[in-house]
């Protein structure tokens, strides 16, 4: 745990010196990670293999002397390998599958035009303060991307974990793997798998092994793998028999790499601009721009929330700055870089301070590839495909989609949607067919046309130190920019609280309900507070904090307990106690089976309390009911769905509500349940 009271350390002159120690560690720890995956990237993407770690050095030097963001890591990430690959196909390439070719090297060429303007977009992207348009894709349709991107990556680097030479859509060769397995050189396939399962494995195990949990899981694999290529002599072309099958082995199998020390320089290669004169470039000079410059902006407000320190990136700025290196990069030969997430994390799990810790793995990563190329030509390509193959089931884990449809069904459906258009077709036209679906089922919950693209808003003094921002229509993902800035003007530039009043809003949306709550956080560290009321007459269209919430009837549950009227008064504090904001008692007299079957009289001296209360109050009273009632005392209890037109009625602070006002913790309830009876007497 860090010391809060510590100050907060700053990437400037002072803090390079006071802070060196934990930044060159965690610096040369981060190395560590990024070398084998700057080299798998490059490769899967059919770029050389030195052309990763180009774009890691520039991109970690230069941003870290421009940007003020302290945490994240930059250097080329897994997310725009489908990208940099197709590009390379559209110009003639085919991914150095055989070899790197005449034609593989200009379609290199050629794409690293498409990169340089692309970094130019960026540039002016940050340079015109437009890091806010970050914000208008919906987070499913995002996140749909990612998984899709994933599963591409997983389907074009089986066959080189196996040995196998393959080409094809991902959806083809997705549906060859199991041909890829029997046509599987079995000592390439060896080294591929024994790597996928240490990858898998290594981060279950390593956290019980004393000062062994800081070393990364690719470093074992290389350790692992290394030797094994060594034993199948991969240095030299030769071939062997296998159950009366003859393989092949050698160079083709490792990173190919220069045989001399400072070698690296006559790899840089300059970009051929005739490219940017076919129409076809500016498609993918959009696809790096876009998903490149959302990815990065995605990633660097991820590692804002975990800093330790919670230190604000300015966007825009950190946008500029990855334009910078992009276009730095892309001038000598290097790949697309962004703000990577899975590096900057273990940055800052590695004790990092300030931005010198991104400098400094820089700085190892030139030193390496400077001073002994030749080891690292004897890593085997299989071993770089697994750790690829492992990264592209972390974004299309099973998780993320159990994640997806706890938020709510119609979040799953905008993700899947998002997904399978990715892979019928590619990443601009996949995110637009999510963004549109998204579109078609805000439609379908109300949202007028009207206000898709136009928030309505009215803004209303409180007192002197707050502000009510009223909401109407809607408030959706495709009308948040202006929204935002209202809310920034209000909260950071006039220092003043804010109340927003969603009450006369039809639909509020799952990317909106993210975002306030992400801004609540951003008001507290300001020493601010942003309030949201009005969703009481709104029905949450899942449990999830940031469900999307449709005004309408709401759904509650109804507890009935009937019981000996002594025990009115213990039950009615025992319900209070557990979130009953509420309570009617009736009362009664009855038979039960007992009385019914032994032909006794009724009891008169009985009562009935009603409790009208959200899920997670119900499933409280039920478990007192069960535990500490029903074992001494005859009790009929039944809990049943009702719908009640205002919610915050039956809300409690115990369940993230005071008055309507959702707190970070908030959540509705949308579970239908049928009556459930506990015990009859």
């Not at 393959?166 to 396939?189: C, H, Q, S, V, Y």
């Not at 991969?234 to 099958?245: C, V």
């Not at 020493?527 to 005004?551: N, Q």
Request: hydrophobic share 50%; proline share 4%.
């Amino acid at each position: 745990m860090v010391d809060q009271s510590m100050t907060v350390p700053r990437g400037d002159a002072q803090g390079f010196g006071k802070y060196f120690r934990q930044d060159f560690l965690s610096g040369f720890l981060v190395f560590l990670i990024a070398l084998p995956l700057c080299l798998g990237i490059s490769l899967a993407s059919g770029f050389p293999p030195l052309a990763g770690i180009f774009a890691a050095i520039i991109g970690s030097i230069l941003t870290t002397f421009i940007s003020n963001s302290e945490m994240t890591i930059k250097g080329p990430a897994a997310g725009l390998i489908v990208i940099a690959i197709g590009c390379i196909e559209e110009f003639g390439g085919d991914g150095m599958t055989g070899g790197f070719t005449a034609a593989d090297m200009s379609a290199y060429k050629m794409t690293l035009a498409v990169g340089v303007a692309a970094a130019v977009l960026q540039i002016l992207f940050g340079i015109f303060r437009a890091g806010v348009l970050g914000e208008f894709f919906p987070v499913s349709a995002v996140h749909g991307m990612l998984a899709a991107i994933g599963i591409i990556i997983i389907s074009k680097q089986v066959p080189v974990a196996l040995g196998v030479e393959a080409k094809g859509d991902p959806l083809d060769l997705l549906g060859r793997i199991p041909e890829f397995i029997m046509e599987a050189n079995p000592a390439i396939a060896l080294i591929g798998g024994i790597s996928l399962i240490v990858m898998f494995v290594w981060p279950l195990i390593r956290g019980r092994l004393g000062f062994l949990k800081v070393v990364p899981s690719p470093l074992i694999v290389l350790a692992v793998v290394v030797p094994m290529g060594w034993g199948f002599d991969l240095l030299h072309d030769h071939s062997y028999f296998l159950q009366g099958h003859k393989y092949q082995l050698g160079e083709q199998y490792l990173v190919r790499m220069p045989s001399r020390m400072f070698g690296m320089f006559d790899e840089i290669a300059f970009p051929d601009f005739s490219a940017l004169k076919l129409p076809v470039a500016w498609k993918w000079v959009m696809m790096f721009f876009i998903v490149g410059s959302l990815e990065s902006l995605l990633s660097a407000k991820a590692i804002d929330l975990i800093d330790p320190w919670r230190r604000k990136t300015s966007m825009d700025r950190d946008m500029a700055a990855v334009g910078v290196a992009n276009l730095a990069a892309a001038m000598v030969g290097g790949l697309p870089i962004i703000s990577e997430i899975v590096r900057s994390r273990a940055n800052i799990d590695n004790g990092a301070r300030t931005r010198f810790a991104d400098m400094w793995h820089g700085v190892f990563l030139l030193a390496c590839v400077a001073l002994i190329p030749t080891v690292l030509h004897m890593i085997p390509l299989a071993a770089l495909a697994a750790m690829l193959i492992y990264t592209g089931s972390r974004l299309a884990h099973p998780s993320e989609f159990m994640h997806v449809y706890h938020i709510g069904r119609e979040q799953l459906v905008i993700f899947v949607t998002t997904i399978i258009a990715v892979l019928a077709t590619d990443l601009l036209i996949g995110i637009a067919v999510g963004i549109a679906m998204k579109m078609f089922i805000h439609i379908l919950n109300g949202v007028p046309i009207g206000s898709l693209f136009k928030p309505y808003l009215d803004v209303t003094d409180v007192d002197e130190s707050t502000c009510m921002i009223s909401a109407h229509h809607s408030a959706v993902f495709s009308n948040w920019i202006p929204f935002r800035r209202e809310i920034e003007h209000i909260g950071f530039v006039k220092r003043k609280n804010l109340i927003v009043d969603l009450s006369e809003t039809k639909f509020v949306d799952h990317s909106v309900m993210d975002k306030l709550i992400t801004m609540q956080r951003d008001f507290e560290q300001e020493g601010l507070s942003l309030e949201i009321t009005g969703l009481e007459t709104h029905r949450g269209l899942s449990d999830h904090e940031a469900a999307a919430r449709k005004r309408g009837v709401a759904r509650v549950r109804r507890v009935t307990v009937t019981t000996d009227a002594k025990l009115e008064r213990w039950l009615e504090d025992e319900f209070v106690q557990r979130g009953a904001t509420g309570y009617t008692v009736i009362p009664c007299s009855g038979a039960g089976r007992r009385l019914i079957a032994g032909g006794e009289p009724p009891v008169n001296s009985q009562m009935r309390i009603e409790v009208i209360c959200t899920n997670e109050v119900c499933e409280r009273i039920l478990a007192f009911l069960r535990k500490e009632v029903q074992p001494e005392h005859h009790v009929t209890a039944c809990a049943e769905v009702v719908e009640v037109v205002r919610l915050g009625q039956f809300l409690s602070d115990s369940n993230g509500y005071t008055n309507g006002s959702l707190s970070q913790n908030g959540s509705s309830n949308g579970h239908a349940k049928t009556a459930e009876v506990i015990q009859q007497c």
